[in-house]
Nanobody
């Protein structure tokens, strides 16, 4: 089992940057695909990015390519989401999730087995 804790959210002005962290417990962290998702108020949860166990494969939502970067440090059991050029429409609760697979995983919410509590990101205009 994996437990996930997000951090790094907060209030930022449009055009600013934030780096979110997803810290995981469990010695098998390296075997999991980690995904970031977000959910804005009144909207469904949506895929942001994912990274495979080695970090050699990453995938992003088309609308976020070029602004967001996902990375992982398995030695620290942590996955990061660097968010640049933030826009008010990026405001949401951001959650990380883990899927036990040696493949490249999926952008589907249903493919993930474990979820963190989420961290609020608010971008002011």
């Amino acid at each position: 089992q994996v437990q996930l804790v997000e951090s790094g959210g907060g209030l930022v002005q449009a055009g600013g940057s934030l780096r979110l962290s997803c810290a995981a417990s469990g010695r098998t962290f390296g075997r999991y695909v980690i995904g970031w998702f977000r959910q804005a108020a009144g909207k469904e949860r949506e895929f942001v990015a994912r990274i495979n166990w080695s970090g050699g494969y990453t995938n992003y939502a088309d609308s976020l390519k070029g602004r967001f970067t996902i990375s992982r440090d398995n030695a620290k059991n942590t996955v990061y989401l660097q968010m640049n050029s933030l826009k008010p429409e990026d405001t949401a609760v951001y959650s990380c999730a883990a899927a036990r697979t040696i493949g490249t995983g999926s952008s589907s919410v249903d493919a993930y087995d474990y979820w963190g509590q989420g961290t609020q990101v608010t971008v002011s205009s």
